[in-house]
């Protein structure tokens, strides 16, 4: 007989862009906010949550819907993992408090609606283009641009992963 086991607790900080509002009360300040696709999740990912959320008190951390990451061009085949998957893995990580998503090429309805006290990207955006960076610095809350520490990404991942395929077929 199979045990029936709950879901784990990590899965409670998925939250519909829906029950944001709410979910948002119960967070402490200052709150961080981040956002991508997070398909494969790498060293370089976690890395860079972990340097975001030392930023504030606690982070929401926004993905991109599967339609969305499709619209990035990243490939026909991206995001490997459906959003369902990135969100869970996302959600087990100490560093996020909270995951919920965005079906938009960019996330400034949401910021909107969110409205961090600090807005945080990677390295590769300055700030000026950062999307939310101008009303985030209007409301008196800072934005940065984080540097990578590991130059890895998923990207890079998958076209390793393809190379080595290609190479046992020949």
């Known amino acids: 007989m199979m045990e029936k086991w709950p879901l784990p607790e ?3 900080k998925i939250c519909p862009p829906e029950a944001l509002v709410e979910r948002l009360a119960e967070l402490p300040h200052p709150l961080v906010f981040t956002n991508g696709c997070f398909d494969i999740l790498h060293r370089g990912h ?3 949550l972990a340097q975001a959320r ?3 008190a606690a982070m929401v951390l926004a993905l991109n819907t599967d339609a969305s990451v499709r619209r990035q061009g990243k490939g026909s085949d991206r995001p490997i993992n ?3 998957n990135r969100a869970a ?3 087990a990580l100490d560093s996020v408090d909270l995951v919920t998503w965005f079906d938009e090429d960019t996330p400034a309805n949401l910021i909107e609606l969110v409205k961090p006290d600090i807005l945080v990207k990677g390295g590769d955006w300055p700030i000026e283009k950062i999307v939310g960076s101008a009303e985030t610095l209007a409301r008196g809350g800072k ?3 984080i540097p990578f520490l590991h130059q890895t990404s998923t990207t890079q991942t998958l076209a390793k992963i393809r190379a080595s395929e290609t190479a046992d077929r020949t």
């Open 82 to 84: 459906p959003l369902e």
């Open 143 to 145: 934005v940065y641009s």
């Open 54 to 56: 030392s930023t504030g």
């Open 46 to 48: 976690v890395t860079y």
């Open 10 to 12: 990590f899965e409670s």
């Open 89 to 91: 893995v996302a959600a």
